[in-house]
């Protein structure tokens, strides 16, 4: 038998080799640069994702009458490089698995996700801040003796006199017993 008639009996006997997609759904890598997303609990509002942003996908702005900010991520413009959330420092952008990106032209205004993140009150002077998430205040206060309950809920201001203080008080030079 012609080798072409044995591939031809070989792959007909085997089915199709590809996905079924659009009548089934594809398997998606784990790993794969997905639909951008936001855990607004760990954004403390730095910008830095959208200083980072190639494709002016991310917006950021005052929302004075709620007293917090606006955040949103226009997907029609996102190029999924991941820049965002490489150097987002607390983890709160991420890329999601969901490819599912695929729009009309008319509907790329709407194509987008908007959250709203709130901003609190510093402990210590009433400022509004946006909570340090634990892990990066870990991070940022591991070789000092700062009262890591405390001092996430400091703005960055009040956070430098608390610390500093705590210094003060470990060396003998000092402290205002923040
Ligand atoms: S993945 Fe890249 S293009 Fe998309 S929002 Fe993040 S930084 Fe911008
Ligand atoms: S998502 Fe990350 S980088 Fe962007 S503003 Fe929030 S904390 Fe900063």
Known sequence: MPLFLK????????????EPFPYQEATTP??????????????????????VCPGGAI???????????????WHNTCALCASCRHFCPTGAISLSTDWHSAHRQTEKYSHAAHYYVPYLRCADCGAPLRLLPPALAARLYAHSPVDMARIIKLCPNCRQIAAASREGERYGTGGTGK
Do not use: K, M, W
């Open 59 to 73: 917006r950021i702005e005052p929302d004075a009458e709620r007293a917090g900010y606006s955040f949103s991520i």
């Open 7 to 18: 591939i031809l009996a070989r792959n007909l006997l085997q089915g199709p080799a590809t």
């Open 30 to 51: 784990q790993r794969l640069r997905g639909r951008v997303e936001l855990n607004a609990d760990l954004c403390v509002g730095c910008g830095i994702c959208r200083h």
